[in-house]
Structures are given as structure tokens and as C-alpha cells.
């Protein structure tokens, strides 16, 4: 075979080799654009798919905004209802505790407290409560001294001590005490609902 002839055949089996690697390149690229489109065609549905469910779930909660509101609202009542009622008093326990030390025959005629602060520590023997002075009438003198020390020996009494003696044409002795519980007197009922809430 003349030298030309394998020249040409050469060359033509070297075209044919690059027309399929060309071919080959044009239909891998084609294969990878037609991927891509369909990967992004199914992210596009996944996208919308999920922002559906996004609307959904905002329209969701828009519905039970007032709900979330009515729920907001029942927590800052209840906060300030313990805040309120912080002091709030359990009365037979401090008569029964001024009565206890107070001779027989005495009439407690008046009271005076003021509630003391909300408790600021764990421990409400340490702080005080209630505050105020009783008011006591008694036929007989009374020996103020040892009742004001008993008084001040008793559980929940942060102070005691006597502030007036007077007395009448009836016969009748007046005495006014000043006295301070400790916050054990406080009834703590909203307290631990805070606590359960």
C-alpha cells in the first residue's frame, strides 16, 4: 500500500477517534446540564414544599396567638399575685401568740400591725414581718417586765416591748405592747404556687 494511502487512513481513523471523543464530551456535558436541571427542578419542589408547610405553620401559630397572649397574661397575673401577697398573714397563729403569755382575766382590746416586707431570703426567721402594737386591758396591775421577756422567748416574735401603761376610773389597767414577728407568721400559700405554676 502506497505510503500516502496509510497517511490517509491514519488521519482518518485520528478524525474518526476525535469525532466520538467530541461526541463523547458533548453528551457527558448534556448528561450532566440534563442532572443539574433535574437535581434543581427537584429542590425547587422541596423548596416550595417546605415553604408551604412554613405558611402553614406560621397561619398555625397566628391562631393560637391569643392563646399564647391568654397564657402571657396568666403568668403576669400570677406573678404579681405572689408579689401582692407575699405578706400575706395567717392572723390565729399571732393571737393565739400574744394571748398565750398574757395573764388570765386580760382582754386584748386592740391591734395595730402593718404587714412587713416580701421575703427576700430562704430562711423567715430571719426577717421581719409583721409589726405593730396590741393593746390590752387588765383589772389588775401587771408586771410588765416578765410578760415582755416571756413575749420575746416565744417562736415567731422578733421584738417585744412595752411602749404605754394608763388607767381609768374603771379600774381597768391599759397596757400597749410593741411587737414584731418574724415572717413565719406569713401563711406562704402563693408562694409555693409560684412554685408549681
Known amino acids: ?6 497517511a490517509r487512513r491514519e488521519r482518518d481513523q485520528l478524525v474518526r477517534t476525535w469525532v466520538w471523543v467530541v ?25 416550595a414544599a417546605e415553604q408551604a408547610r412554613t405558611n402553614v405553620l406560621i397561619s398555625e401559630i397566628a391562631a393560637l396567638s391569643d392563646v399564647s397572649a391568654a397564657l402571657s397574661t396568666r ?12 405578706s400575706d398573714l395567717t392572723w390565729s397563729p399571732v393571737l393565739r401568740t400574744i394571748t398565750s403569755v398574757l395573764p388570765a382575766g386580760t382582754t ?28 390590752f386591758d387588765s383589772p389588775t396591775p401587771i408586771d410588765i417586765v416578765p410578760l415582755i421577756r416571756a413575749l420575746r422567748a416565744t417562736d415567731g416574735v422578733y421584738y417585744a416591748d412595752g ?3 394608763t388607767s381609768s376610773q374603771a379600774n381597768l389597767y391599759s397596757y400597749v ?13 402563693y408562694a409555693q404556687e409560684e412554685g408549681g405554676e
Open 23 to 47: 461526541f463523547g464530551a458533548i453528551l457527558l456535558a448534556l448528561l450532566i446540564i440534563a442532572a443539574a436541571f433535574w437535581y434543581r427542578v427537584v429542590a425547587e419542589q422541596r423548596l
Open 108 to 135: 386584748v382590746t386592740g391591734l395595730d400591725f402593718t404587714a412587713g416586707g416580701a421575703p427576700q431570703s430562704g430562711d423567715p426567721t430571719l426577717e421581719q414581718g409583721l409589726v405593730g402594737t396590741v393593746t
Open 163 to 165: 411602749q404605754s401603761v
Open 1 to 6: 500500500m502506497p505510503r500516502s494511502e496509510i
Open 177 to 189: 405592747l410593741t411587737v414584731e414577728f418574724d415572717q413565719t407568721v406569713y401563711s406562704q400559700e
Open 75 to 86: 403568668d403576669e397575673l400570677t406573678d404579681f399575685r405572689t408579689e401582692a401577697m407575699a
